[in-house]
RNA sequence: GGGGUUGUAAGCUAGCUUGGUAGACUGCCAGCUUCGGGAGCUGGACGCCUGAGUUCAAAUCUCAGCAACCCCA
């Protein structure tokens, strides 16, 4: 690669995509793209990771249908409002229209919400956690990215029902743990909980809070969020259980969205440099690559390479010899570009001296390993890497936080960090959504919202927009 | 909704001004050769967005369509 990520972020993206075999992007229509083996391994890793998280934590899986009757998706009014203008409709079948048109879900709580009314009837049936792991797809009219953003995505959405609003709330801090140990710790995705405002909530939530992650460039971009949906689903879905009274009330729903793709976008750019892509560990399609080199004595050198393969393999790692045509040097910058955490060249100084030479993708260096400690050696090393990993990634994300207190520190703010700026800003309910606008008009900057896990008050300063008391610290930034 | 730019092989691109055999590089295929940081040689396959018009002749000029990208609302 000879983009620079730093100083060109958005085509080092699109090279990437090209050069470590990601995607696709000539399929025919607007928004979709062909996700490539290399990618669909790593995210299937990252499903996996969260899927076994989230079985933890009893959430069932589930799998519903793909369509929504149109009477379904219209009975949560606010709901529909928020998705109507990028539904997907199916509305033939053959030459045939269709008696009622088919939503292609965008989300599906109303899928879901309708099937839930018939699963819960009392107390015996709550909680209930389900989730799904799907793709889903919305006529989006901003601008396609790879990964970021697409017509076609995929994802992991989570909904419950309880019989509290208590329990309801405490699902939504769950979420957040979840968001914390997966995203953060195994994916090396670092971000910061925001309490949306009033205005920039999901349809039909009485709260949301998103988890936004930063893209190299310093612009910010949505990743999980979970959403208290109080009881604003169960009343039109008529959800309801017996309480201890013989009363019928409407359950408390909550639900969360991790978004694979849109995280498989945020670990490529955040984690990768300008020889490729840089996989965690645990999330590496192949964790090790044996190049052999020098085939003169083939039959010698292939004989080791099997050897190495089949102990690492019993140890439990995924390992990849790669015997192609291609000369060495090739191979190495090909799987660096793929991110492939260690590479292991074995030529016939390695068989004769039974020392390996072993190098590091996180940080380029060569060590030298004995054949009998090569399996704790990668142990170390892969926890080695993890912990450089998130220690980078922290460094560039609290780099990029900053404080203004008037509209001139904010715009340079703005110019010359990106990332989160705070200010203070007068309400964070539906009257200061003008100032948000007037935010959004002038720097094309949007407001994410308070911080969910510090709290924050101003005292006696002033909103940068309006001038009016400010009540709240939020955080605003560009985004994707 | 308005304006602009661009469509040439799988990718990147030259040629278009001034109409006349479409060329390079990457990739792909075959053979030889090479292999410790993107090897070399020889040969080969694949292309002018679609349609109409002007012309003896259109990748090139004109018009329409389609698509992509950018800017403005």
């Excluded at 612009?219 to 969020?225: A, C, G, N, V």
Aim: proline share 5%; hydrophobic share 35%; with cysteine.
């Amino acid at each position: 690669m000879n983009i620079s990520k730093k100083e060109k972020f958005s085509e080092w993206f699109t090279e990437i995509i090209k050069e470590a075999e990601l995607g696709d992007l000539r399929y025919n229509v607007k928004g979709f793209i062909v996700n490539m083996p290399w990618a669909v391994m790593t995210m299937k890793k990252m499903y996996s990771l969260y899927e076994e998280e989230l079985e933890k934590n009893d959430h069932l899986p589930v799998w519903f249908p793909a369509v929504i009757p149109k009477e379904n998706f219209e009975i949560e009014k606010e709901h529909v409002e928020g998705f109507k203008a990028e539904v997907f409709w199916i509305t033939k079948g053959g030459d045939k229209e269709l008696e009622e048109p088919l939503a292609l879900r965008p989300t599906s709580e109303t899928a879901m919400y309708k099937m839930f009314s018939l699963w819960i009837q009392g107390k015996t049936d709550l909680p209930l956690k389900m989730y799904q792991s799907t793709q889903v797809w919305r006529h989006e009219t901003k601008s396609t990215r790879p990964f970021m953003r697409g017509r076609e995505f995929h994802w992991i959405e989570s909904h419950c029902a309880f019989s509290t609003r208590k329990e309801a709330e405490d699902q939504v801090l769950q979420d957040m743990r979840m968001t914390e140990k997966i995203m953060y710790q195994e994916f090396c995705i670092p971000f910061i909980f925001f309490e949306r405002p009033e205005w920039d909530k999901f349809p039909g939530a009485i709260h949301t809070y998103a988890a936004d992650s930063l893209v190299p460039d310093g612009r910010i971009i949505q990743q999980p969020s979970t959403h208290l949906l109080g009881q604003n689903f169960a009343k039109p879905f008529n959800i309801t259980f017996l309480d201890e009274s013989g009363k019928r009330e409407p359950v408390w729903q909550t639900c969360y969205g991790p978004a694979i793709w849109r995280m498989f976008a945020s670990l490529i750019s955040i984690n990768g440099d300008d020889r490729g892509l840089i996989i965690p560990f645990k999330l590496a399609p192949y964790q090790i690559v044996i190049i052999p080199i020098n085939p003169k004595n083939l039959d010698k050198i292939s004989k080791k390479t099997e050897e190495i393969k089949k102990a690492v393999e019993n140890a439990g790692f995924r390992i990849k010899i790669d015997s192609s045509a291609k000369t060495p040097g090739f191979k190495f910058n090909q799987w660096e570009m793929k991110g492939v955490p260690f590479r292991i060249e074995i030529g016939e100084k390695e068989v004769d001296s039974g020392e390996f030479t072993l190098a590091k993708r996180f940080d380029g260096k060569k060590i030298k390993v004995k054949e009998s400690e090569l399996v704790g050696t990668i142990d170390w090393l892969a926890a080695e890497m993890q912990e450089a990993m998130l220690k980078k990634a922290d460094e560039f994300f609290s780099d990029k936080t900053s404080t203004a207190e008037t509209i001139e520190e904010f715009e340079k703010a703005l110019k010359e960090k990106g990332g989160f700026v705070r200010i203070p800003f007068c309400s964070v309910e539906m009257e200061g959504v003008k100032c948000s606008d007037a935010l959004k008009e002038k720097f094309h900057a949007d407001i994410r919202g308070e911080r969910f896990d510090v709290k924050e008050k101003p005292k006696g300063k002033k909103c940068i927009i309006c001038g009016k008391e400010a009540k709240h610290y939020v955080y605003a930034g560009r985004q994707y």
